[in-house]
């Protein structure tokens, strides 16, 4: 009988086990992919990591053979190739670990011969040195002086290591391991500084030529106090929120990645993140090698070559999980499509003009525009992904930052939820992850926007900001953001290590849960915020010089003056923007705006010397419908149709027609608001708008709208009438008191979804009165086939009376 070796030979005292899965459960895709039975073992293990796929096996231990495998059980072992590792890596706060906590590390393991196995304990800081540093001192183009912390990757700041003599089946114990740390503060650097942020457990085969093999790893930490209890590492099945990209990673399928966000998410920082000489023995350690467009043969990866545009790109926390998933998932560069949205100075107001065409790339590949090299193809790069039933539509959206200029602050969370909604309109199923950037709590109040979302739409939320915050308890804030916010590439590692969290995987596996699409609305003004764009340029008869009247309830803007900043006012309320922007740019503009009223006019001013708009992107919202009052379905009563001139481009028709006191027209529509149209004049009168037959409105008409300067503006006018429930309505406009002009009415279907929609179906014959059980919540839209048909008089909430012969019926309300 083999022998038994205790697990220690002194005493450890039985606390948690601070490593994620440390029985080494994975789950094995490669059998969904080849069609070969393979479950029992896989080349990657859920949160650990390798430098390579093939690097590490992890296997069953029933099909370990009999002297390798312990006594006991082991669940899984892990067999390590020649030269190879296999790691984990986690924060303090992730641990509940401190500076001067004493960590001890048990593994056990089988080797040929003496010290072919080293197991580590690493204490991981970020880099700093005494002094500044200027990058043109290197050739660099950047001429400014920053504190040497921070420079490119963390760093070891001190390693615990063992092996063992004896071959065969053996226990190593790495005891005593200190975290060490020593943080200083303010802004400056120093060679004395540990700014320890994490520990990282590794695994390495010093062997050439053999494999080695390890199982059943603890992490503990000596409690010196007894009030403390360290957290259980808990692993969370966050992939089940992604059940539609995940199933794509295993099959090996192409799969089309957006990444929206600021400069912070494409990796913009102060001072730019290099290509640093990463080895601590070179005499150019930590100096930058390469700067701006990413050399794939500097980074030693030249199958990334037109894949990767940009240095920073390559070291953002976006960037890291594309290679993270070619290695976990034994894909190529040309299987994941990382499509670089984010851009710098913007916000997600800003994005809603550039959603078609980020989304169809519509764009081709650029190293500034989306992250690519130049000159490239998006066809020649992704072939797969073009010929995909589908085709090249995107599969997952990962907002991070997009922090910058607040749009509609306190409800910019409409503004977040509009483009989800937009995004599944347009491409559904489309599945969403959630992983901003935030320092140290209050950079942006936006990562409690994407919670909210995160909780209604069941989107995975990677909470990155609480471990950035609780890391700066212990290291220097300013090691993880030199200059201004912008993190560094290590801050960008520590970004990216809780985002590759929603990608692992582990038998059994969970039931996946989708995401919801269109469920009920979070905010109200979303709603103007989820429909497509129209843009205006500054030929158009709709821009009058430096105004601008909304199409619904959302518009980003560009323009300029000869004094700035530029000053935006909306229905007369002053607000702000940062400087003219005369160019239209898909990811930045001058001012963006949609807390208004749905059905209501709105007007857009830009107020200072010379002042001018020259582009508007404005939101149409989704089922909306324009009646002029040239459409059939007017009862205009004789009234006479005529031309009506207007200043503004004529948003609201280019035809009148003039009621005298109690004089009206009616028509009837399907929707579940309306908003009616008429021209403002000093000697109008006021109208008054009944639906079904109830007075909902009642509207003088002789008010002028005062500009920015002062002057009074008899223009055309709308107001909404809201809440009606979905259903038909019949609308009449009556003057009051003098003669009003009317323009046309709109309609809106504004349901978050379809979900409470009621529908009844049969036949039916003329004469016939169907009761309903249940009354409708308003008049219901009744359709009619073959011979069967229906006056609209004869519907009512209850029950509906049918004319002609027989045939079949579909009513519809709510």
């Given at each position: 009988?083999?022998?038994?070796?205790?697990?220690?030979?002194?005493?450890?005292?039985?606390?948690?086990?601070?490593?994620?899965?440390?029985?080494?459960?994975?789950?094995?895709?490669?059998?969904?992919?080849t069609?070969?039975a393979?479950?029992?073992?896989?080349?990657?293990?859920?949160?650990?990591?390798t430098?390579a796929?093939?690097?590490?096996?992890?296997?069953?231990?029933?099909?370990?053979?009999?002297?390798?495998?312990?006594?006991?059980?082991?669940h899984?072992?892990?067999?390590i190739?020649?030269?190879?590792?296999?790691?984990?890596?986690?924060?303090?706060?992730?641990?509940?670990?401190a500076y001067?906590?004493?960590?001890?590390?048990?593994?056990y393991?089988y080797?040929?011969?003496?010290?072919?196995?080293?197991?580590?304990?690493?204490v991981?800081?970020?880099?700093s040195?005494?002094g500044?540093?200027?990058?043109?001192?290197?050739?660099?183009?950047?001429?400014?002086?920053?504190?040497?912390?921070?420079?490119?990757?963390?760093?070891?700041?001190?390693?615990?290591?063992?092996?063992?003599?004896?071959?065969?089946?053996?226990n190593?114990?790495?005891?005593?391991?200190?975290?060490?740390?020593?943080?200083?503060?303010?802004?400056?650097?120093?060679?004395?500084?540990?700014?320890?942020?994490?520990?990282?457990v590794?695994?390495e085969?010093?062997?050439?030529?053999?494999?080695?093999?390890?199982y059943?790893?603890?992490?503990?930490v000596?409690?010196?106090?007894?009030?403390?209890?360290?957290?259980?590492r808990?692993m969370v099945?966050?992939?089940?929120?992604?059940?539609?990209?995940?199933?794509?990673?295993?099959?090996?399928?192409a799969?089309?990645?957006?990444?929206?966000?600021?400069?912070?998410?494409?990796?913009?920082?102060?001072?730019?993140?290099y290509?640093?000489?990463?080895?601590?023995?070179?005499?150019?350690?930590?100096?930058?090698?390469?700067?701006?467009?990413?050399?794939?043969?500097?980074?030693g990866?030249?199958d990334l070559?037109?894949?990767?545009?940009?240095?920073?790109?390559y070291?953002?926390?976006?960037?890291?999980?594309?290679?993270?998933?070619?290695?976990?998932?034994?894909?190529t560069?040309?299987?994941?499509?990382?499509?670089?949205?984010?851009?710098?100075?913007?916000?997600?107001?800003?994005?809603?003009?550039?959603?078609?065409?980020?989304?169809?790339?519509?764009?081709?590949?650029?190293?500034g525009?989306?992250?690519h090299?130049?000159?490239?193809?998006?066809?020649?790069?992704?072939?797969?992904?073009?010929?995909?039933n589908?085709?090249?539509?995107?599969?997952?959206?990962?907002?991070?930052?997009?922090?910058?200029?607040?749009?509609d602050?306190?409800?910019?969370?409409?503004?977040?939820?509009?483009?989800?909604r937009?995004?599944?309109?347009?491409?559904?199923?489309?599945?969403?992850?959630?992983?901003?950037y935030?320092?140290q709590?209050?950079?942006t109040?936006?990562?409690?926007?994407?919670?909210?979302?995160?909780?209604?739409?069941?989107?995975?939320?990677?909470?990155?900001?609480?471990?950035?915050?609780?890391l700066?308890?212990?290291?220097?804030?300013?090691s993880?953001?030199?200059?201004?916010?912008?993190p560094?590439?290590?801050?960008h590692?520590?970004?990216?290590?809780?985002l590759?969290?929603?990608?692992?995987?582990?038998?059994?596996?969970?039931?996946?849960?989708?995401q919801?699409?269109?469920?009920?609305?979070?905010?109200p003004?979303?709603?103007?915020?989820?429909?497509?764009?129209?843009t205006?340029?500054?030929?158009?008869?709709?821009i009058?010089?430096?105004?601008?009247?909304?199409?619904?309830?959302?518009i980003?803007?560009?323009?300029?003056?000869d004094s700035?900043?530029?000053?935006?006012?909306?229905?007369?309320?002053?607000f702000?923007?940062?400087?003219?922007?005369?160019?239209?740019n898909?990811r930045?503009?001058?001012?963006?705006?949609g807390?208004?009223?749905?059905?209501?006019?709105h007007?857009?001013?830009?107020?200072?010397?010379?002042?001018?708009?020259?582009?508007?992107?404005?939101?149409?919202?989704?089922?909306?419908?324009?009646f002029?009052?040239?459409?059939?379905?007017?009862?205009?009563?004789?009234?006479?149709i005529?031309?009506?001139?207007s200043?503004?481009?004529?948003?609201?028709?280019?035809?009148?027609?003039?009621?005298?006191?109690?004089?009206?027209?009616?028509?009837e529509v399907?929707?579940?608001?309306?908003?009616?149209?008429?021209?403002?004049?000093?000697?109008?009168?006021?109208?008054?708008?009944?639906?079904d037959?109830?007075?909902?409105?009642s509207q003088?008409?002789?008010?002028?709208?005062?500009?920015?300067?002062?002057k009074?503006?008899?223009?055309?006018?709308?107001k909404?009438?809201?809440?009606?429930?979905?259903?038909?309505?019949?609308?009449r406009?009556q003057?009051?008191?003098?003669?009003?002009?009317?323009?046309?009415?709109?309609t809106?279907?504004s349901?978050?979804?379809i979900?409470?929609?009621?529908?009844?179906?049969?036949?039916?014959?003329?004469?016939?009165?169907?009761?309903?059980?249940?009354?409708?919540?308003?008049?219901?839209?009744?359709?009619?086939?073959?011979?069967?048909?229906?006056?609209t008089?004869?519907?009512?909430?209850?029950?509906v009376k049918?004319?002609?012969?027989?045939?079949?019926?579909?009513i519809?309300?709510?």
């Amino acid at each position: 009988m083999k022998e038994v070796i205790p697990s220690s030979t002194r005493s450890i005292e039985e606390v948690a086990n601070l490593l994620l899965n440390p029985s080494f459960e994975f789950h094995s895709f490669m059998s969904h992919r080849t069609g070969k039975a393979s479950d029992f073992q896989s080349h990657n293990v859920a949160f650990w990591n390798t430098e390579a796929w093939g690097d590490i096996e992890v296997m069953r231990e029933s099909h370990v053979s009999i002297p390798i495998r312990p006594d006991f059980s082991a669940h899984n072992l892990v067999a390590i190739s020649p030269g190879k590792k296999i790691w984990q890596f986690f924060t303090l706060p992730e641990a509940g670990l401190a500076y001067g906590d004493e960590l001890s590390l048990s593994v056990y393991g089988y080797q040929k011969k003496a010290n072919q196995i080293k197991s580590a304990i690493k204490v991981i800081k970020t880099d700093s040195e005494d002094g500044e540093w200027s990058p043109k001192d290197f050739g660099m183009k950047d001429s400014r002086s920053f504190p040497k912390h921070s420079r490119g990757e963390l760093v070891v700041a001190k390693e615990y290591s063992a092996s063992m003599e004896k071959p065969g089946t053996i226990n190593i114990l790495v005891e005593n391991a200190t975290i060490i740390g020593k943080a200083s503060v303010g802004n400056k650097s120093g060679s004395k500084d540990i700014n320890t942020v994490g520990i990282q457990v590794e695994f390495e085969n010093l062997s050439l030529s053999d494999t080695v093999w390890v199982y059943a790893p603890k992490l503990s930490v000596k409690n010196s106090n007894d009030n403390i209890t360290h957290p259980s590492r808990e692993m969370v099945a966050s992939y089940r929120y992604l059940p539609r990209t995940i199933q794509k990673l295993w099959k090996g399928e192409a799969i089309h990645i957006v990444v929206m966000g600021s400069s912070i998410d494409r990796g913009s920082a102060n001072p730019p993140m290099y290509l640093y000489d990463e080895n601590p023995e070179s005499e150019t350690y930590k100096q930058p090698l390469s700067e701006d467009i990413f050399d794939a043969g500097k980074a030693g990866r030249p199958d990334l070559d037109g894949y990767i545009g940009q240095w920073r790109h390559y070291y953002s926390y976006a960037g890291r999980l594309k290679l993270e998933l070619m290695r976990k998932f034994n894909v190529t560069a040309d299987k994941i499509c990382l499509n670089f949205m984010a851009a710098d100075g913007s916000s997600i107001g800003e994005s809603h003009s550039g959603l078609q065409e980020y989304f169809s790339l519509s764009i081709p590949p650029d190293p500034g525009l989306n992250g690519h090299k130049k000159g490239e193809s998006w066809e020649s790069l992704y072939p797969d992904l073009f010929n995909r039933n589908e085709g090249a539509r995107p599969d997952l959206v990962i907002f991070g930052s997009g922090a910058n200029e607040k749009t509609d602050t306190p409800d910019e969370v409409a503004v977040f939820e509009g483009a989800i909604r937009w995004i599944q309109q347009n491409y559904p199923n489309t599945e969403f992850l959630f992983s901003p950037y935030q320092n140290q709590g209050r950079y942006t109040p936006n990562t409690v926007d994407l919670q909210a979302l995160s909780l209604r739409y069941q989107i995975p939320y990677m909470d990155y900001p609480k471990i950035a915050d609780d890391l700066t308890r212990w290291a220097n804030k300013y090691s993880l953001t030199p200059l201004d916010g912008h993190p560094q590439a290590a801050s960008h590692y520590l970004w990216f290590k809780q985002l590759e969290k929603a990608f692992e995987c582990w038998n059994p596996i969970a039931p996946g849960q989708a995401q919801l699409q269109l469920p009920e609305r979070l905010h109200p003004n979303t709603y103007g915020w989820e429909g497509d764009m129209l843009t205006f340029d500054s030929t158009s008869s709709r821009i009058n010089t430096n105004r601008f009247i909304f199409e619904d309830n959302a518009i980003n803007s560009w323009g300029k003056t000869d004094s700035e900043p530029p000053v935006p006012y909306v229905d007369g309320v002053k607000f702000e923007s940062r400087k003219s922007s005369p160019s239209y740019n898909l990811r930045n503009s001058m001012f963006r705006y949609g807390r208004t009223s749905l059905g209501d006019r709105h007007i857009l001013e830009i107020a200072g010397e010379n002042a001018k708009l020259t582009y508007v992107d404005s939101k149409i919202n989704p089922n909306r419908r324009f009646f002029s009052v040239s459409n059939p379905n007017w009862n205009l009563m004789g009234h006479v149709i005529v031309p009506f001139h207007s200043e503004w481009g004529a948003p609201y028709g280019a035809e009148k027609v003039r009621l005298k006191p109690e004089e009206y027209i009616e028509i009837e529509v399907v929707g579940t608001d309306i908003s009616v149209a008429w021209v403002d004049n000093p000697d109008a009168g006021s109208l008054a708008v009944f639906v079904d037959d109830k007075l909902v409105m009642s509207q003088s008409c002789n008010t002028g709208f005062i500009d920015t300067d002062e002057k009074v503006n008899y223009l055309e006018n709308r107001k909404g009438i809201l809440n009606l429930g979905f259903g038909l309505h019949k609308v009449r406009i009556q003057a009051k008191d003098a003669a009003v002009e009317v323009l046309s009415l709109f309609t809106y279907d504004s349901r978050s979804n379809i979900s409470l929609e009621r529908r009844l179906t049969g036949l039916a014959f003329g004469g016939e009165t169907l009761e309903f059980t249940q009354p409708f919540k308003t008049r219901p839209l009744v359709i009619c086939t073959g011979d069967l048909s229906v006056d609209t008089e004869d519907i009512s909430n209850t029950e509906v009376k049918f004319s002609g012969a027989s045939g079949s019926y579909i009513i519809i309300g709510e």
